[in-house]
């Protein structure tokens, strides 16, 4: 089974930084297009980021175009997800997920075949 780790989460003041990892096992890690997702309690799992396999095509929810940046290093099989100008409604546990079969990010967590355990990230104002 393909396995997915999430790290580098944490607590941060609005408008700073934070860098997440996937750490990926288990598989060919260049195959898998990768996604990221974030859920806040009571809230839908909601779509934040995604980087085909090929590693061109990147997709971003509207809420964090223009902050968000996402890349991959498929030598390391890892895929990271910087985040800047951070605010309070980003406060989530962030998921990284992988997915076969795909061309381009999908928003749809049902076609993610497999899914890291989170890790928390929130932003204090």
């Known amino acids: 089974q393909v396995q997915l780790v999430e790290s580098g989460g944490g607590l941060v003041q609005a408008g700073g930084s934070l860098r997440l990892s996937c750490a990926a096992s288990?598989?060919?890690?260049?195959?898998?297009?990768m996604g990221w997702f974030r859920q806040a309690p009571g809230n839908e799992r909601e779509f934040v980021a995604g980087?085909?396999?090929?590693?061109?095509?990147?997709k971003f929810g509207n809420s964090v175009k223009g902050r968000f940046t996402l890349s991959r290093d498929n030598a390391k099989n890892m895929v990271y997800l910087q985040m800047d100008s951070l605010k309070p409604e980003d406060t989530a546990v962030y998921y990284c997920?992988?997915?076969?079969?795909?061309?381009?990010?999908?928003?749809?967590?049902?076609?993610?075949?497999?899914w890291g355990q989170g890790t928390q990230v929130t932003v204090s104002s």
């Open positions: 997920a992988a997915a076969m079969g795909k061309f381009n990010p999908t928003v749809v967590p049902n076609e993610y075949d497999y």
């Open positions: 980087i085909s396999r090929s590693d061109i095509i990147t």
């Open positions: 288990g598989g060919t890690f260049s195959r898998y297009t």
